[in-house]
């Protein structure tokens, strides 16, 4: 496997992409920036697997962070994108391709009548963000700590120590004022909502911090509360859209939002957002109403070629076996890792996995929240069980807030190369920490 300290053609491109591009990356996710070491460069993927650019192969567990349902580079989708790019990439004008895919989206997901489609689950967000403030005339917005709603200014403000903050950027030149009405509050507890609060904006299955599943009447609280305090609620559906199901988690939850954010899956693997809801909010939006928002390549018609034909591909029984496997997957995965000698964790929800790891006697339970997700992720285990397992050919994400992606293409032989790998890197990891504790040392520096 691909060795990070080799000079090579991972190394060369890595040396190549940081002079080029900021960091060596277009998305700070994909730097080995929390787990050490130097990124592969991957030439291509096929199904479960990809390549690098030495030949080595992985078996792919981050599936473009959830943008990919049916594996890389599967027959029906590549055949889509062809027959699309050959009648001509992007028109400006209205095609048939766009139609065609909000109707699928709204077929499948209960109660959201009309989408608009963008290129991004950022730009879905800020654009629902953006109307819900329309709609309702009021300034205010409620998100949760440690969800991830995209990186426009207003929905960067993350989360502190379980206390509901307001107004603190996340990022350097997010200026005060874009995060003066984003209100900050933990996760997995209802919120008190004025009646300044246009909308409260939710991950309705958190997957941006781990896998933090929403505790039992969570969502229905929500429902109930913004229905009292006139607000709307927005389900940001960019990973559990069309992953949980078809109905992603409207469906899975029975609570119906007012405004969807989707992205992700429904572009197929290449760049598409969208956001929706009832017709009568949507109407709010340019040209027939006071809300703009536009786009140059908005349902471009590869991508909406793309997602239409991922979409139509999936059956509910694709879905259902896919939900199966990862639910068995994730026992199995959690069970070998504490058979070679760490604590662990592996909660699934439909096909998304998470994974929580600490040294042997770590009390590891599945996060309910930013804090409890935080406590684990910062421990420094998973940095060193993420190189073990890359060193066996088995790719993880290079940072611990982010959920394993088995899908369609992962089948049970796939999975249980991962959770033989993960055994064998569970006792290398162990050893390790074990050698590091008798040194006197807390906890090893990250490779
Ligand atoms: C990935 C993600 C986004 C942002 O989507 P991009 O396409 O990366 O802009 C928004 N919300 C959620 C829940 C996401 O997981």
Redesign the pocket.
């Given at each position: 496997m691909a060795d990070p300290e080799a000079a090579g053609a991972n190394g060369e491109w890595f040396t190549r992409a940081r002079r080029a591009i900021p960091g060596g990356v277009d998305?700070p996710v994909r730097s080995f920036a929390s787990v050490g070491g130097v990124p592969f460069t991957v030439a291509r993927g096929e199904g479960p697997w990809v390549y690098d650019v030495e030949g080595h192969r992985y078996l792919d567990l981050v599936q473009s962070?959830?943008a990919v349902l049916l594996g890389h580079a599967h027959p029906v989708a590549v055949a889509a994108i062809r027959e699309a790019a050959a009648l001509g990439t992007s028109f400006g004008m209205p095609t048939p391709g766009e139609v065609l895919l909000a109707e699928a989206v709204c077929e499948r997901v209960p109660g959201c009548e009309q989408v608009r489609l963008v290129s991004?689950?950022?730009?879905?967000?800020m654009s629902a963000v953006r109307l819900a403030r329309g709609a309702t005339g009021r300034e205010r917005i409620v998100k949760f700590a440690g969800?991830?709603?995209?990186?426009s200014d207003g929905l960067l403000a993350a989360g502190g120590s379980g206390v509901a903050m307001l107004g603190l950027p996340g990022s350097a030149g997010v200026p005060r004022g874009a995060v003066a009405d984003t209100l900050v509050v933990p996760y997995n507890v209802v919120p008190e909502l004025g009646d300044d609060v246009a909308c409260v904006i939710v991950?309705p299955v958190a997957?941006?911090m781990n896998l933090v599943p929403p505790a039992p009447g969570f969502l229905e609280g929500l429902r109930a509360a913004c229905d009292r305090a006139g607000a709307l609620l927005v389900f940001?559906e960019?990973?559990t859209g069309f992953r949980l199901g078809p109905g992603g988690a409207t469906a899975a939850s029975g609570v119906t939002p007012d405004l969807w954010?989707f992205?992700?899956v429904i572009g197929g693997g290449l760049?598409v957002?969208a956001f929706g809801g009832r017709a009568d909010l949507l109407a709010a939006l340019a040209p027939g109403g006071p809300v703009y928002q536009a786009g140059t390549l908005s349902g471009n018609p590869l991508a909406t070629a793309a997602g239409r034909a991922v979409l139509d591909h999936v059956t509910e029984a694709d879905y259902r076996d896919l939900a199966d496997r990862a639910t068995r997957f994730a026992a199995e995965l959690e069970a070998a890792l504490v058979s070679g000698g760490l604590a662990a964790c592996c909660p699934a929800v439909g096909p998304l996995v998470g994974l929580s790891v600490g040294a042997a006697g770590a009390e590891l339970g599945v996060p309910v929240d930013y804090d409890s997700a935080r406590a684990v992720a910062g421990n420094g285990v998973y940095p060193r069980l993420f190189h073990a397992l890359l060193r066996r050919g088995v790719a993880l994400a290079p940072g611990p807030y982010e959920v394993l992606f088995p899908g369609m293409a992962h089948g049970d032989a796939e999975l249980a190369l991962a959770v033989s790998a993960a055994e064998e890197a569970a006792v290398e990891v162990a050893a390790e920490l074990d050698q590091a504790l008798g040194d006197g040392r807390e906890m090893p520096a990250v490779p």
């Open positions: 998305s962070y959830g991004s689950g950022t730009e879905a967000a969800c991830y709603h995209g990186h991950e997957a941006n940001d960019v990973i954010c992205g992700k760049p957002g």
